[in-house]
């Protein structure tokens, strides 16, 4: 793989947050392939990193136990319900991970999907606002071929300034088949129409 993506031609920043080796959410995008996990997984041993993926507790089960947990999958087992309490929710469940751990990059499909969307799955968003972490932005860009995570944010609880933060990092990122990849559009940076991004 490490000569493949070199003969390819694709290189890495090397702006990396210290972070990314201690707690965060990682978000990746755009993510319209196949090959943008494949690359962000070597991504991941070039810097060292062991990225987790947050899964269901019922899939941690044999057979497939051992090989999930090898591929950095953490069970997530929301807590049941208490005298009539409401079963604690997905976002909850997921943040309390990193109170359990000493070092944690929880990788999110942001998208949610390698097809086309208009808007994004924001969960990533509240699990890091919860857990109190930052969000970590590794991105692909197939037309430079460049790839790295050179920026961070911590959500302030202002979801729209904080989106459109992430938006504006994203925009000029070029995805493997652009036609499957649009911004939040929600949440796009507040700017001028002439200025507007063409995804």
């Given amino acids: 793989m490490r000569l493949y993506l070199k003969l390819s031609g694709w290189t890495f920043n090397p ?15 755009p993510h319209t392939s196949n090959w943008d996990f494949i690359i962000t997984l070597f991504l991941m041993i070039q810097l060292n990193v062991k990225a987790s993926y947050a899964i269901k507790k019922e899939w941690m089960r044999f057979p497939f136990r051992p090989f999930l947990k090898a591929a950095g999958c ?4 929301r807590l049941p319900r208490k005298n009539g309490e409401e079963r604690e929710s997905t976002v909850k469940a997921i943040a309390r991970l990193f109170e359990q751990r000493d070092k944690l990059c929880l990788m999110i499909a942001a ?7 208009t808007e994004w799955k924001t969960g990533f968003y509240f699990i890091a606002l919860e857990a109190g972490v930052p969000i970590c932005l590794g991105y692909l860009d197939y037309a430079k071929k460049y790839t790295g ?21 994203y925009a000029d990122k070029a995805a493997k088949h652009p036609k499957q990849f649009k911004l939040d559009q929600r949440y796009l940076p507040t700017q001028s129409s002439s200025d507007a991004p063409s995804q």
Avoid at 74 to 77: E, F, K, L, R, S
Avoid at 149 to 162: R, T, V
């Fill in 15 to 29: 702006i990396t947050p210290d972070v990314v080796h201690k707690k965060c959410v990682m978000i990746c995008a």
């Fill in 74 to 77: 953490i069970a997530i087992n």
């Fill in 111 to 117: 998208e949610g999907t390698r097809y086309l969307r």
């Fill in 149 to 169: 995570i050179p920026k961070m944010i911590y959500p302030s609880g202002d979801i729209e300034a904080d989106m459109q933060e992430i938006m504006a990092f």
